[in-house]
């Protein structure tokens, strides 16, 4: 875990210089979790949030906004360590220090968007 540059830091680079990169991948994400690692949290985005969110029920959820989309973007973040302890329980389709792909079940898209919904509902 790199802590030289504060998580706030961080997390503001990620979605200012990859989120097209990001959103990318939550496109037609069905069966993984995209994590990103921000130094003391590891963050997830759209669908790879949702089930995110659906492992770690304390999770935090934020929102913001790409000026190329006419939704909110959500985001759920889980501590570290949390997170990591979890890593043996799924399997790890890519590896790296700031980047981790998990294989999960599949989700009815249906599903995912309710909880989208709901979550923007929630948080505004």
Not at 58 to 74: C, G, M, N, Q
Not at 77 to 86: F, G, I, M
Request: charge should be positive; aromatic fraction near 12%; hydrophobic fraction near 40%.
């Amino acid at each position: 875990m790199t802590e030289t540059i504060p998580s706030g830091i961080r997390l503001k680079n990620l979605i200012q210089n990859h989120h097209a990169e990001i959103l990318g991948r939550e496109k037609n994400n069905e069966k993984f979790i995209h994590l990103y690692s921000i130094g003391t949290y590891w963050v997830a985005f759209e669908q790879s949030a949702y089930r995110l969110n659906r492992i770690f029920g304390t999770s935090e959820i934020s929102l913001f906004r790409v000026a190329s989309l006419p939704d909110y973007v959500v985001m759920v973040s889980v501590p570290y360590d949390e997170v990591v302890a979890c890593f043996r329980r799924y399997i790890v389709r890519h590896g790296g220090p700031d980047y981790k792909v998990l294989v999960v079940s599949s989700l009815p898209i249906e599903c995912y968007c309710k909880w989208h919904m709901d979550t923007v509902k929630s948080v505004l």
